[in-house]
């Protein structure tokens, strides 16, 4: 099998992509298209997010996909876009993807964004929800609820939103990072919390106590647990969200029979790869980052399969907002796969029977293996 | 010279593997053997160690030692083991690996492995002993020692422990990592420790004092000084293992006259560099991370080679249990050091006999001035 | 267009080298030249620092520049230089890294340097001066200075000492590292600190509270603000110096209209990219450490191009004493550009012209822009 066959053979995989937010409801102008292409939002003056490795990637895959020469300028790629429609661009490019599945997150800005259904019938695909705790949680802020009841309320409130959901999410990374006790907290300390938060006004979730009980209530729920981990919004701090320092909640959690998934975990893709590999219950994927770096996604795949088990390692795209995030996630993974396994192959590291396991279970088995996916 | 030539070069050298642990004494059967391959022991239900990185690697070098094609099947693989028995594989794989002195930690899991008198026959080399410092501390564990006393005692058993070892090594890494005060703790401290552990019932030494004392004791014992760094079991917490944490520590000992040799690294390599690079008395390795990152080894390598001066790093497998990953570690050492050397000789950033030098010093000539080892 | 052409482009580009510090003012004897190639200083004992990958690119392209061959040996490098002089020597070197902009830091050890004007001369380039924050500080220890009057005082003496700079430069880096209060600490603070500081007869400015307050004086001094990251001599520590641990600082100052600068940043320069990415005036380089990896420059820089916008990375060599560091800055870097950029066109991730544009940026333009420098 020679390396143009291998990336045949893994351009035909059918994907999985478990976790990703959606795209935006309506029509962005060029600002608003362009705020959603950094993770910092919009350029800083005088600058473009377009002169960026994830602008490259952009003009060279996606300007195809709707007609236009690769490498089309950014203005001919906005006026393109504008003239097919956005919801003719987003069922190009989405479909252009080839995933079968989504695990849709639907607890950040979900107004803005087509819910799972009307995702599904653009993208051609099934569409599955995950719940994200926090945002659960954060329905109660204002609600009537006393402090002492507080635990209850929330164990309620999570029932109810993970009726059909398939998934939990948990962005403590965010909300001061990794550094917490790694136990759950006690009743007393949670309606303590509670009293504080609620009392507050403050709709945003941050109390460390209820942050905690919040993520071990989704422990206890025994959904399977997205955790963003590493690269996102200047709203963390990057070396708070070094996975290592969930080791101690992960050792504590490796008997629960609850799956935890590491999400992006760029640049901390080796540590994740590590807990995965010396921890029954974690996997990881690379999210987010294989699209924003562009032309260096096999670099980072490479680097996660040094320790990575092949049945630990997912596919997402983490899109948010523009399909073209879809695109680019699994254009970029499938490449980098090929890439990877295909300069593994030349090396003679492995069987060509072991470069295809490899790829179907990263693309797809895995996640129908944790999730519990099942036939269409 | 070809990158070919410069491979055939490498193979012919003689390695020194400065640190490992010894193979198991009897056979293992197919969960015992699995088990051995992960740094996370058993795998996780339904999943296999074999379908890693590592498990790769395994079945294509090992496979061919034992006279099966490259690539065969785990269950292939394990059978013409017990075929050939226990004994004969270890002597084929060890025999394999072209090593002629290792040195040997006795103190882990010693009973369930060869001693190094009983490891240097099967192997046909030299074995040294290496002596663990936690481990002569806990054989004061349940002894009749006064708290007082501690310090003598342990001194005594040190001395004892020592006579004919030719290096000593700590695992601190495992009991706390490395964000302990730097300098030794005094008397009264370690008095005080001894008091609490001693009285404890405890064998395992996890008194932060007491680990610091031992630790400053080895120092002082004078031999060369092994450093568990990074990448291990998951007993230890990732981020506090980061030898940069050891900074004060290795600025305090840096006139001791004592080498001090990070061991592993992964993935803190690049860290561990600079401080060879910029400290008189640090050396560094790629142990156990290299056997178990299978293809990438050369990755880590080069990454490696970045800072770490020539006359620093080291060869060891950090091999435990399997002779297997003595002969993954040799090969893929070799392979990666093939391979970055050959890379810089192709694009003319070194001369041939820079390149000889490099690899001499690396697979041999450094363990040799470190530890003082002469001839047979 | 080829790799080839790609590079034969980049070569014909004007530098600017935004951080250096400058060549030393007299000859220099074999250890002395030796301790310059090393962030540690001298050898360890019976070692040399030609020994290293420094040693080996230094070889490798200044040993041409002064008409041997490439790869000749050190004691032939040594005297060739001894036989031209250092002055010519010097000439040679810095004229052949085609640099038309020097951005001076006079903070350190700067009576054993060439000043910006006699650099100059000596380079046939124009050398701009980067003012020292701690340095300036350290001019008022010993001074009739009284902590009430500190804060005037130092602002007196910042602004004369800048008249003429065009950025500033702080090493906090050095003096315990990143993990301090973001915010600019209260005049009573500062005064009370003034007290500790100015009595204790230190000249070394190291008090947390005045490095803080000279930091934040430097924002409001409103030139671009250099901040040493990452890699350097042992008197930091590695780890206290990731880039990360700056987030707070860099987010209140955000929309200071000040450009921030981190310099070197290795191993933490994926970090470094991505704060670069998030937040508008964050720019990095990868100064110093690129001339000190030697053949893995590329590797740096494409790990730092996966998140980092093209106008946010700027060059510089941080050179310091020695003529060498500049020229393997320089062909280091265009090299590295090279071959990552050409790699991209290879693969058909980028246009020609979008290859160009991203070399232009980042060789020149992008340090003109946030210097202000206009033509000469």
Known sequence: MSGGELATFIGSLALVDHHSHGVAAGPLDGPAFEALLSEGGA???GMSNFDTPLGLAL???CAPALGLPPHAAPQDYLARRA???AAEAAARLLRSTRTHEYLIDTGFRSDELLDPARFAAV???RAHEVVRLEAVAETLAGASVRPAGFADAFEAALEEATVGAIGLKSIVAYRGGFDFPPD???PTEVRRAAESWLGSGARRLDHPVLLRHVLWSGIRRGLPLQLHVGYGDPDLVLHRTDPSRLTGFLKLTADSGVPVLLLHCYPYHRHAAYL???LPHVHLDLGLAIPHVGARAAA????????????????SSDAYGLPELYLLGATLFRRALARVLGDWLDEDALARSDAEHIARSICRHNAERVYGLGPA
Request: net charge neutral; glycine share 8%; charged share 20%.
């Open 43 to 45: 350029p800083a003056p």
């Open 59 to 61: 003009r060279r895959w």
């Open 83 to 85: 003239e097919l429609g």
């Open 123 to 125: 993208s051609g695909a």
């Open 184 to 186: 759950p907290p006690a």
């Open 276 to 278: 995965a590999a010396v």
């Open 300 to 315: 980072l795949l490479a680097e996660t399969l040094e320790l990575a088990p092949f049945g630990k390692l997912l596919y």
